[in-house]
C-alpha cells in the first residue's frame, strides 16, 4: 500500500493567519489526491479532490497544490471554524490516508 | 439533498458479528458506489472497502479480508456491512461513504457514523 505521511502532526495557529499542511507519498500518485476537514464527533467533510479542485460549497480560503509525491493545503485566512482535524487521502492505487493534522487554537 | 443515514451504536462481544447499515437518498442509489471507512478512538481513518451499488461488485482491504461483507439492497437503497469474529481492535465508529470518480476516487458524502463497541 501506498503510505500517506502528513506533517505537521499537529499545529497551532491564530484566527487570521496562514495555514499550510504538507502530505507526501510513498510513491508517485500523480494529483490522486484528496482532502478532508473533521470536527470531533462529526463525519470528515470533502474540501479538495485532484489535488487542487474546490469541492462545491467549500469556501475559496482553502486551496490544494502539488503533484506526485508531494501535497499541500493552505488555508489562507484561519477562521473560527477551521479549527479541525484535516487528512488526505490517496486514491491512485487502494485508498489510503494520511495520519491527521490537528489545527488548534494559539 | 444528499443524505447517509447508518443504522445505531452496537454493543459485541469478542468472536461475534455486527451488521452496519447506511441508507442513501436523494440521488440515483445505483449511480455511485459506497465505501465503508472507519476510525478507532483517537486514530486516523482506515479504509475498508467498497461496493459497486449497480452490480454489488465488492473489494476489500487486505486488513479485514476473510471477515468482512458488504452488500447492497436497491429496492431500499441501502448498504450494509458484515464483520465478523469481532476484536477489541475493531472498536471503532464505522462510516458509509458516496463515491465520486471524477479525477479519481474521492467521497463527497458520509454517513453519521455508528459506534461499535467490542468487549467483554
Known amino acids: 500500500d501506498i503510505q500517506m505521511t502528513q506533517s505537521p502532526s499537529s499545529l497551532s495557529a491564530s484566527v487570521g493567519d496562514r495555514v499550510t499542511i504538507t502530505c507526501r507519498a510513498s510513491q508517485n500518485i500523480i494529483n490522486f489526491l484528496n482532502w478532508y476537514q473533521q470536527k470531533p464527533g462529526k463525519a470528515p467533510r470533502l474540501l479538495i479532490y485532484s489535488a487542487s479542485s474546490l469541492q462545491s460549497g467549500v469556501p475559496s480560503r482553502f486551496s490544494g497544490s502539488g503533484s506526485g509525491t508531494e501535497f499541500t493545503l493552505t488555508i489562507s485566512s484561519l477562521l473560527p471554524e477551521d479549527y479541525a482535524t484535516y487528512y488526505c487521502?490517496?486514491?491512485?492505487?487502494?485508498?489510503?490516508f494520511g495520519g491527521g493534522t490537528n489545527v488548534e487554537i494559539k | 439533498q444528499v443524505q447517509m443515514v447508518q443504522s445505531e451504536a452496537e454493543m459485541k462481544t469478542p468472536g461475534a458479528s455486527v451488521e452496519v447499515s447506511c441508507k442513501a437518498s436523494g440521488y440515483t442509489f445505483t449511480s455511485y458506489a459506497i465505501n465503508w471507512v472507519r476510525q478507532a478512538p483517537g486514530q486516523g481513518l482506515e479504509w475498508l472497502g467498497r461496493?459497486?451499488?449497480?452490480?454489488?461488485?465488492?473489494k476489500y482491504a487486505q486488513k479485514v479480508q476473510g471477515r468482512v461483507t458488504m452488500t447492497t439492497e436497491t429496492s431500499t437503497s441501502t448498504v450494509s456491512l458484515e464483520l465478523r469474529s469481532l476484536r477489541s481492535g475493531d472498536t471503532a465508529v464505522y462510516y458509509c461513504?458516496?463515491?465520486?470518480?471524477?479525477?479519481?476516487?474521492?467521497?463527497?458524502?458520509w454517513g453519521q457514523g455508528t459506534l461499535v463497541t467490542v468487549a467483554s
Open positions: 461496493i459497486t451499488t449497480h452490480n454489488g461488485n465488492t
Open positions: 461513504a458516496r463515491e465520486r470518480s471524477q479525477g479519481g476516487t474521492h467521497f463527497d458524502s
Open positions: 487521502q490517496q486514491s491512485y492505487t487502494t485508498v489510503t
